[in-house]
Nanobody, 124 residues
Framework: QLQVVESGGGLVQAGGSLRLSCAASGLARTRYTMGWFRQAPGVEREFVAAISWSGDTTSYLDSVKGRFTISRINAKNTVSLQMNSLKPEDTAVYYC?????????????????WGPGTQVTVSS
């Protein structure tokens, strides 16, 4: 059974940094896309970043480009999201997700497996 678990959320002041990690277990294939999404109260789940199975291709939400970096270690089935220069508007529950699809989709409905989420709060 495939499981996804996030870690690393917390409270940080504006301008600070956090690093989120995600571990996937029980994968049935070696090629899979991993992504990060976030959801604030009353707002639809939003794409943040995704990375291809090889790690060679990444995709970012425009508002986080240059501040967030997604990376992965396939040998450990892990993906990380380094978040720098955080802003209050980055406050949300952050979810890690994975899909066997290889298109680096920004649509959360195309990701089959999800972690429970981790809270990120940025104070002004």
């Amino acid at each position: 059974q495939l499981q996804v678990v996030e870690s690393g959320g917390g409270l940080v002041q504006a301008g600070g940094s956090l690093r989120l990690s995600c571990a996937a277990s029980g994968l049935a294939r070696t090629r899979y896309t991993m992504g990060w999404f976030r959801q604030a109260p009353g707002v639809e789940r939003e794409f943040v970043a995704a990375i291809s199975w090889s790690g060679d291709t990444t995709s970012y939400l425009d508002s986080v480009k240059g501040r967030f970096t997604i990376s992965r270690i396939n040998a450990k089935n892990t993906v990380s999201l380094q978040m720098n220069s955080l802003k209050p508007e980055d406050t949300a529950v952050y979810y890690c997700a994975t899909t066997y699809g290889l298109s680096l989709s920004r649509d959360w409905r195309e990701y089959e497996y999800w972690g429970p989420g981790t809270q990120v709060t940025v104070s002004s």
